[in-house]
T-cell receptor, first 112, second 118 residues
């Protein structure tokens, strides 16, 4: 099992640019989560999906953030336009009916 | 609302000492799950344990042990004979059971940074 796969591992972009983070969950997992980790706010949930349907997006900071899950094997988190305060590590996790939450290696985003 | 509190921000011990990381949680649900994750300096989140609310038995795995007490809403984690490789940030987390077996969100505490000195 390859685990949860996130890409890219590192992203450096200029303020105002669009950023797209990608996640491939573990096959057979029916839930997918996007988290953001910063020193100030710790690990915060942005959005999660059950069976490809968004269930709770109350953690999405503002309209600049959007997430999609077009099928069971792929999800994207998009920031447009990006700002320096979006700099963080973004984690994707997947789960099968709450058995356990497996996290990807994260994407370290730096917006300059 | 669900909440996880890890009051210890940082702990420093010398190798071979025992150390306990505290975790207190809040939830209105009777069915929930508690977790511990380890985040080493490399940054990944490593799953350590999952415990459901109906199982209060303490668990031991090698040098790791967990003490779950519903009466005090605590799920503490003890490392016996700590080693330098145990140095990491440790997160306690809570998930309430979803309806119909659906997965619910995982809420994290703020983490405890454990530094084990040689």
């Amino acid at each position: 099992d390859a685990g949860v796969i996130q890409s890219p591992r590192h992203e450096v972009t200029e303020m105002g640019q669009e950023v797209t983070l990608r996640c491939k969950p573990i096959s057979g997992h029916n839930s997918l989560f996007w988290y953001r980790q910063t020193m100030m706010r710790g690990l915060e949930l942005l959005i999660y999906f059950n069976n490809n349907v968004p269930i709770d997006d109350s953690g999405m900071p503002e309209d600049r953030f959007s997430a999609k899950m077009p099928n069971a094997s792929f999800s994207t988190l998009k920031i447009q336009p990006s700002e320096p305060r979006d700099s963080a590590v973004y984690f994707c996790a997947s789960s099968r009916q709450g058995d356990g939450y497996t996290f990807g290696s994260g994407t370290r985003l730096t917006v300059v | 609302a669900q909440k996880v509190t890890q009051a210890q921000t940082e702990i420093s011990v010398v190798e071979k000492e025992d150390v306990t990381l505290d975790c207190v949680y809040e939830t209105r649900d009777t069915t929930y799950y508690l977790f511990w994750y380890k985040q080493p300096p490399s940054g990944e989140l490593v799953f350590l344990i999952r415990r459901n609310s109906f199982d209060e038995q303490n668990e031991i795995s090698g040098r790791y042990s967990w003490n779950f007490q519903k009466s005090t809403s605590s799920f503490n984690f003890t490392i016996t004979a700590s080693q330098v490789v145990d140095s990491a940030v440790y997160f306690c987390a809570l998930s309430e059971a979803g309806r119909g077996g659906a997965t619910n969100k995982l809420i994290f505490g703020t983490g405890t940074l454990l530094a084990v000195q040689p």
